[in-house]
């Protein structure tokens, strides 16, 4: 247990609640109630043996800190994950509710482990992060949201070049996802991100699709290849350029696989709305002509 004031509540509460839940408990020295929760918390964190924090902030001390979390009664308890408030309660609870309140905030260990994997991949510790998730995926085989973690680590964010191995664990990764995971837009993107990076090894070189279709503007198939080349290098505009091309030219190209690459590549540039924006308008006009 800590205290905390307006100085140093960003630290302790905001920031720290990025790697695990953190409980203030606003309260003040004349509370009664707020002297028989305050042991039962201490207690309890000693117990979760660093699966919570617990924070105590004195609010008639900190006025301004309990007039924007809008405490009007203490104890008033406020548990923040991921930087933000996620639950609250008023009053002593009863130590059965209060465990109950705890089960649902702390994570099991396949979610710390998971969240500590997002940590060690925000400072770039990309081999750590890798490590932290295959443990999470180990500890509980259903942490679909790991198994994702872990493929985007593969494929995109451990430095090239992404060789064999790597493929075939973020295929193994991804390959236990249902129906439900399948639909998911960041799904979709990493699987089309994989495909693109194992076409890569087998297709021509980009220089020689350059040629085929200089030579015959018509050869969809080289534009088709050209399209998953410039993906594998994450060079979305150009890739999106060729896939238009194509449904311009030959909708029914591959069973419709232009368009439904297309929308892959729009989850792939999801951090570039602009673009998205503009490539989907384009896409719609070239539909609806």
Not at 161 to 175: C, H, K, Q, W
Request: proline share 6%; aromatic share 6%; with cysteine.
């Amino acid at each position: 247990m800590i205290e905390a004031d307006e100085s140093s509540f960003q630290r302790d509460v905001i920031d720290a609640s990025r790697q695990l839940p953190v409980l203030v408990d606003f309260w003040a020295p004349w509370c009664a109630p707020c002297r028989a929760l305050g042991p039962l918390l201490e207690r309890l964190e000693g117990e979760a043996a660093g699966r919570f924090k617990l924070v105590k902030v004195d609010s008639d001390a900190n006025a301004a800190l309990a007039a924007r979390y809008q405490v009007r009664s203490i104890p008033y308890v406020i548990a923040f994950v991921d930087g933000a408030p996620a639950d609250s309660f008023v009053g002593a609870l009863p130590e059965a509710q209060l465990r109950a309140f705890l089960e649902r905030l702390i994570p099991g260990p396949a979610q710390t482990e998971r969240r500590r994997a997002q940590a060690l991949s925000a400072s770039g510790d990309f081999q750590a992060a890798a490590a932290a998730l295959r443990a999470a995926i180990a500890l509980d085989a259903k942490q679909n949201d790991a198994r994702l973690d872990l493929a985007e680590l593969l494929l995109d964010r451990m430095p090239p070049p992404v060789d064999e191995s790597r493929l075939a664990e973020a295929a193994a990764a991804l390959a236990p996802l249902g129906p439900a995971e399948r639909g998911d837009g960041r799904h979709r993107a990493l699987e089309a991100r994989l495909a693109a990076l194992r076409g890569a090894a087998t297709l021509a070189s980009k220089d020689a699709l350059l040629r085929r279709i200089g030579a015959e503007p018509g050869d969809l198939s080289a534009r088709f290849d050209l399209a998953q080349r410039c993906i594998a290098e994450r060079a979305y505009a150009p890739a999106l350029d060729q896939l238009l091309e194509i449904i311009a030219r030959d909708r029914r190209f591959g069973d419709d696989a232009a368009r439904r690459l297309i929308l892959s590549v729009f989850d792939l540039a999801a951090d570039d709305p602009s673009l998205v924006s503009s490539y989907r308008r384009r896409l719609s006009a070239l539909i609806n002509r």
